[in-house]
T-cell receptor, first 116, second 113 residues
C-alpha cells in the first residue's frame, strides 16, 4: 500500500521567500507529526496533529513556522520569510492510532529545503 | 523522555551479526525502548520496540537488561542494505494522544563485504 508521501522532495528558496511543504499521510491515520532534521543530526520534533486538531506545537522554532491539517488528512508546513538556518530536511510521519505501544510512526522520505 | 547513549559508529562484516548497544540508565518504569533506522536519503524506519522482555521480529531482536538500563539491537545476518544510522529511543506512552519520538544522533552502522 501507499506510504507517507511528501512533496516536493527538494526545494530551493531565496532568503525571505515563503515556502509550503506538503504531507500526504497513510490513509486513515489519525496522528500526524512533523520533524526537522539538520545535517548530521537526528530528527527533531516540530508539531503534532490528531485528526485536524494541532495538539502540540511546542517544537516549532519561531512564529515563522505554521502547520495545518484542515480536513484531518493532508498537512502543510509553511515557513514564512525563510532564513538560512531553516535549511534542513523536513520529515512527516503518520500513525494509525492516538496512543499505545503499537502506535508506530511511519515516515515519508522528507523534503530537503535549501535556503540561499 | 529518558536520554540514550549510543556509540557514534560501528562496522560489521556482511553475513555476521550486528550488535548495537544503547544505554538508557535513567529510564522510567513506563517508558518503552524503540529502535528506528534511517538509510541514506530516506525517512526513519521502525524496527522493533520493547518494555522489559526480549523481543524478536522479522527484522531484528531486542535484548533489554533486567534492570532496563541498557539494551542491544541484534541484526542476525547483516547485509549491505542494513547500512544506516540506527536510533535508540526511549518513549513514554500517553493514552489518548500519540507521543513524539526524541531522536539522538544514533549509531552509524557500516556493513562491509
Amino acid at each position: 500500500g501507499a506510504g507517507v508521501s511528501q512533496s516536493p522532495r527538494y526545494k530551493v528558496a531565496k532568503r525571505g521567500q515563503d515556502v509550503a511543504l506538503r504531507c500526504d499521510p497513510i490513509s486513515g491515520h489519525v496522528s500526524l507529526f512533523w520533524y526537522q532534521q539538520a545535517l548530521g543530526q537526528g530528527p527533531e520534533f516540530l508539531t503534532y496533529f490528531q485528526n485536524e486538531a494541532q495538539l502540540d506545537k511546542s517544537g516549532l522554532p519561531s512564529d515563522r513556522f505554521f502547520a495545518e491539517r484542515p480536513e484531518g488528512s493532508v498537512s502543510t508546513l509553511k515557513i514564512q520569510r525563510t532564513q538560512q538556518e531553516d535549511s534542513a530536511v523536513y520529515l512527516c510521519a503518520s500513525s494509525l492510532y492516538t496512543g499505545g505501544a503499537k502506535n508506530i510512526q511511519y515516515f515519508g522520505a522528507g523534503t530537503r529545503l535549501s535556503v540561499l | 523522555d529518558a536520554k540514550t547513549t549510543q556509540p557514534t559508529s560501528m562496522d560489521c562484516a556482511e553475513g555476521r551479526a550486528a550488535n548495537l548497544p544503547c544505554n538508557h540508565s535513567t529510564i522510567s518504569g513506563n517508558e518503552y525502548v524503540y529502535w528506528y533506522r534511517q538509510i541514506h536519503s530516506q525517512g526513519p524506519q521502525y524496527i522493533i520496540h520493547g518494555l522489559k522482555n526480549n523481543e524478536t521480529n522479522e527484522m531484528a531482536s531486542l535484548i533489554i537488561t533486567e534492570d532496563r538500563k541498557s539494551s542491544t539491537l541484534i541484526l542476525p545476518h547483516a547485509t549491505l542494505r542494513d547500512t544506516a544510522v540506527y536510533y535508540c529511543i526511549v518513549r513514554v506512552l500517553n493514552t489518548g494522544t500519540a507521543s513524539k519520538l526524541t531522536f539522538g544522533t544514533g549509531t552509524r552502522l557500516q556493513v562491509t563485504l
